[in-house]
């Protein structure tokens, strides 16, 4: 027992991941389990300090306690995780494990790799009056049935399954060869601040034109690009100074 609660410790420290404060950003239900299957415990108000249990969340809800005691789950994208309660998840994310998607569900996943393929221009599947496009035009297939299986994974609540809270997005871009596939699309927040600054899909987008016009431009490997993002994409924005610009 001595040496559980000692290398629990050693994680505490070494992962500042115990007993942190994260803030309620708008109104949340403090649910008994990670779902909404079951009534609220309470209605947390915006702006308090709640502590975080664990670090990673489950089904996008975190495991929570309040100041009065109460314990339980709230949905991830009504808290906010600053750096001094930044939570790196067991891949070592530089950010908090709510900038990125469940690896469970979404771990990335490309159709091609080769420049070939990407600088090349296709006459079939290309959008209403185009006679020729580029591979990500040619390769878009998303449906609305898709869109919604995403949702439910992500659990999604009704109201913010529109473009003002969020989009059914690609994690590894499109435009560099990602996959339509399940496994590479998740529901990433308009709003997901974090030390100061968002890292929402308006952010990742600029990550995506940039390294898609390296990739075309010949001055990145499609390789390189898919690993990066994979492994952070947070970093590697951060890394190319792209929050840095308007």
Not at 140 to 167: C, M, Q, W
Not at 209 to 235: E, H, L, S
Request: aromatic content about 10%; some cysteine.
């Amino acid at each position: 027992m001595k040496i559980q609660i000692l290398l629990l410790s050693f994680l505490c420290f070494g992962l500042s991941i115990c007993a942190q404060t994260t803030t309620v950003k708008r109104n949340v239900n403090l649910r008994p389990d990670p779902s909404t299957t079951n009534a609220p415990i309470a209605t947390l108000n915006a702006a308090i300090q709640i502590e975080l249990v664990e670090p990673a969340p489950v089904d996008g809800y975190f495991h929570v306690r309040t100041t009065d005691h109460k314990e339980g789950w709230v949905w991830g994208k009504n808290i906010l995780i600053t750096s001094g309660g930044a939570v790196l998840d067991a891949r070592g994310h530089v950010g908090p494990v709510q900038l990125y998607p469940n690896p469970n569900l979404t771990p990335g996943e490309a159709d091609t790799l080769k420049l070939a393929d990407l600088k090349r221009r296709y006459t079939v599947g290309c959008p209403s009056g185009k006679t020729s496009c580029t591979y990500s035009q040619a390769h878009r297939d998303v449906n609305k049935n898709l869109h919604a299986t995403v949702y439910v994974e992500y659990h999604v609540p009704e109201n913010d399954r529109n473009i003002k809270f969020g989009e059914v997005d690609h994690f590894y871009p499109l435009c560099a060869g990602g996959s339509n596939n399940i496994k590479n699309l998740w529901d990433q927040p308009a709003e997901n601040e974090w030390n100061g600054e968002n890292f929402g899909f308006h952010e990742k987008d600029k990550l995506e034109t940039y390294i898609c016009a390296q990739i075309i431009t010949g001055k990145m490997n499609p390789k390189d690009a898919f690993n990066r993002i994979k492994t952070d994409w947070v970093k590697f924005y951060l890394d190319l100074g792209l929050n840095s610009l308007d």
